[in-house]
């Protein structure tokens, strides 16, 4: 129905926006992701857009980036979550970070994002199972370490390592390094830490 919004943003009231679209101001919900990114008040913004229609209402949400929209098209797919679920889950965590936990099978990360239970998380991590795709994850890695660094960093995390203490070994890995001298090099740098 409606794909995309573009129009001068003259409202921010976190997480809606009132976007004026030649005289008529339209009611969007965005995730924090995307609300962040925002220009100042006044100026051009242009968002992809899903309308939901319900019994009760349309409601309108926007996001920056077409990868968001189709992820939020996928969560809201799944039963028991709603679109106030999915924004939620794109408000509490990037797309990559999702597709990472995914593709991990890690429920404690979803568990992070407030409104989200155990059995929500679980539901969500086999449903979700194959359908972000690896290039999500692919994509989402493809830093520092060149072609191995997502290797590199999966071998850290399931060593234990926080996403954050891994990320930082990982950039002391020299790009052209192969899995293994990768993650010992990365091992001997969180051991200096």
């Known amino acids: 129905m409606i794909g995309r919004i573009a129009g001068t943003l003259i ?3 976190p997480p809606q926006l009132l976007i004026d679209c030649q005289g008529v101001g339209y009611e969007v919900d965005v995730p924090m992701s995307t609300f962040y990114h925002l220009p100042p008040l006044g100026e051009k913004v242009v968002l992809l857009t899903h309308l939901a229609i319900r019994e009760d209402a349309h409601v309108l949400f926007g996001f920056g980036s077409a990868e ?26 990037s797309v990559a970070d999702l597709a990472q936990a995914v593709s991990m099978q ?8 407030p409104g989200i239970g155990k059995k929500t998380a679980e539901r969500l991590l086999l449903e979700l199972k194959g359908k972000l795709g690896a290039d999500l994850f692919s994509a989402a890695e493809a830093s520092p370490g060149g072609d191995h660094s997502a290797d590199i960093l999966n071998a850290l995390l399931a060593l ?4 954050k203490e891994a990320r930082i070994a990982l950039k002391t890995v020299p790009k052209d390094s192969g899995v293994s001298e990768g993650i010992k090099l990365a091992l001997k740098a969180l051991s200096k830490a």
């Open 68 to 93: 968001e929209r189709a992820t939020f098209r996928q969560l809201i797919k799944i039963s028991g979550v709603g679109a106030r679920t999915a924004l939620s889950i794109l408000s509490g965590m």
């Open 11 to 13: 409202e921010k009231n």
């Open 106 to 113: 890690e429920a404690g990360r979803l568990t992070r994002v």
């Open 160 to 163: 234990g390592y926080s996403d």
